[in-house]
T-cell receptor, first 114, second 109 residues
Framework: DAGITQSPRHKVTETGTPVTLRCHQTENHRYMYWYRQDPGHGLRLIHY???????DKGEVSDGYSVSRSKTEDFLLTLESATSSQTSVYFC?????????????FGNGTRLTVT | SQELEQSPQSLIVQEGKNLTINCTSSKTLYGLYWYKQKYGEGLIFLMM?????EEKSHEKITAKLDEKKQQSSLHITASQPSHAGIYLC?????????FGAGTRLTVKP
């Protein structure tokens, strides 16, 4: 299995509080991604990174920010959590070939915003 | 993702039966990926298809990308309880990978 660790695995937070989710990889892969998974919507891309300090928005980026200061770490921040951000968040990595290689996923972070 | 439509949304089969899951795109597919997800866990990569007509197998699971490269099928032969889970197709669309909504498979012993 690809070396991807997400932390925390579970979190409950209150509306309006900031939350940071961490993704750590040991594969030295260039590309990293944050997705959220919701019933009826499947997996939707939030943000992705194609290198240190290089990030871009996905299809559902509003309310989220990311940072990548090191190859191995990709942080997802909810500046002010809302109930609509209750979801399961998955981090994924991809090798340097990009579109000719699969994503490998972490085990997810279940976030509940009350 | 609206770019990828999966059918059926859910499937219940008796152990030992064969089944097929489809993934259809309105655009030509360049790189089609199949994943399996068990409840509470991440997605496990199964197979990648890139060429029209390409077919790959792993144990009792076979995936094929049609000649026109707009549809892929995942076929399971002689299903087992271990095959139960959610199967998702993914495809490189624009600059990133998008996914279908998934097919939930239940295998009854």
């Amino acid at each position: 299995d690809a070396g991807i660790t997400q932390s925390p695995r579970h979190k409950v937070t209150e509306t309006g509080t900031p939350v940071t989710l961490r993704c750590h990889q040991t594969e030295n892969h260039r590309y990293m991604y944050w997705y959220r998974q919701d019933p009826g919507h499947g997996l939707r891309l939030i943000h992705y990174s194609y290198g240190v300090k290089d990030t871009d928005k996905g299809e559902v980026s509003d309310g989220y920010s990311v940072s990548r200061s090191k190859t191995e770490d990709f942080l997802l921040t909810l500046e002010s959590a809302t109930s609509s951000q209750t979801s399961v968040y998955f981090c994924a990595i991809r090798g340097d070939r990009g579109s000719n290689s699969p994503l490998h996923f972490g085990n997810g972070t279940r976030l509940t915003v009350t | 993702s609206q770019e990828l439509e999966q059918s059926p949304q859910s499937l219940i089969v008796q152990e030992g039966k064969n089944l097929t899951i489809n993934c259809t795109s309105s655009k030509t597919l360049y790189g089609l990926y199949w994943y399996k997800q068990k409840y509470g866990e991440g997605l496990i990569f199964l197979m990648m298809l890139q060429k029209g007509g390409e077919e790959k197998s792993h144990e009792k699971i076979t995936a094929k990308l049609d000649e026109k490269k707009q549809q892929s099928s995942l076929h399971i032969t002689a299903s087992q309880p271990s095959h139960a889970g959610i199967y998702l197709c993914g495809a490189d669309i624009s600059t990133d990978m998008r996914f279908g909504a998934g097919t939930r498979l239940t295998v009854k012993p």
